[in-house]
């Protein structure tokens, strides 16, 4: 019930072009959300072989959980059903990657890695993806194998014990896609580790703020930030930027 209320107010709030004062916001709604990438048909080849897997797998989740089942004994195809990232916004995220120049990505929450091959579809962008059952990673590495996607790096196992030790090495972060635990606390904290390497053309995008109550508290408090510029409402997620030369705001635009 909190999904179907969270939607209907998105539903009278967002707008579209129209109704856009900022030259940055319409030209990022214009040229990258109302015209994201065609979809790749290698990429959705994979997509639907994995939705008609009757496979069970037995998988760990260190998150909040599922939407349909917390049973921990799935099918392949539930998963990429449930699970992956819509065509849709994976299409987005390429294009603003396209868009921005961006090369230096992260991505907690590979699952199939389906939402993963559509950001690494530029050569010379870097992917770092985590996962935290091993056998989905299994899965998603064939898939970029498959793909010949050497630009992929995926780290296995607890995000909470993997995500410190990458972020020492990392220099600066270009684009975060936030698609893990779907909690409070965690989704701040991956925020806050993450904000010493974030720059101001910077863009992190945390998925399912409308899921429960206390993701919606999350992107609440995260929009609030003093470092975070702009934040735009998709419904699907949620968009920040950086830049101190944006004038703080906040949109529901229509996706």
Excluded: C
Excluded at 110 to 125: A, D, F, H, M, R
Excluded at 205 to 232: C, F, P, Q, Y
Excluded at 233 to 248: S, Y
């Amino acid at each position: 019930m909190f999904q179907i209320f969270s939607f209907l107010l998105y539903w009278l709030k967002r707008v579209d072009q129209h109704s856009l004062h900022s030259p940055f916001v319409f030209q990022f709604f214009t040229e990258v959300i109302r015209s994201p990438h065609h979809k790749n048909s290698s990429i959705e080849s994979i997509r639907k072989a994995l939705r008609k897997s009757k496979a069970d797998i037995k998988v760990k989740d260190f998150g909040a959980g599922s939407r349909v089942s917390n049973n921990n004994i799935k099918s392949i195809g539930s998963i990429a059903k449930h699970a992956s990232t819509p065509s849709k916004f994976s299409r987005l995220l390429s294009k603003a990657i396209d868009h921005f120049g961006y090369t230096e990505i992260l991505e907690l929450g590979t699952s199939l890695g389906i939402n993963t091959l559509y950001l690494s579809q530029t050569k010379e962008v870097n992917i770092t993806t985590f996962e935290g059952d091993p056998i989905i990673a299994g899965l998603a590495t064939s898939h970029f194998e498959k793909l010949g996607r050497e630009n992929i790096e995926v780290i296995i196992g607890n995000i909470d014990q993997t995500l410190p030790d990458v972020l020492k090495r990392s220099k600066q972060i270009d684009l975060v896609y936030i698609d893990a635990n779907h909690r409070y606390e965690p989704t701040l904290r991956y925020f806050e580790s993450l904000l010493p390497l974030l720059h101001e053309r910077s863009l992190v995008v945390i998925d399912d703020i409308h899921w429960s109550k206390e993701m919606n508290e999350a992107w609440g408090v995260i929009k609030d930030r003093t470092e975070v510029s702009l934040s735009i409402d998709l419904f699907e997620a949620g968009l920040l930027f950086f830049d101190p030369n944006i004038e703080k705001s906040d949109y529901i635009l229509k996706f």
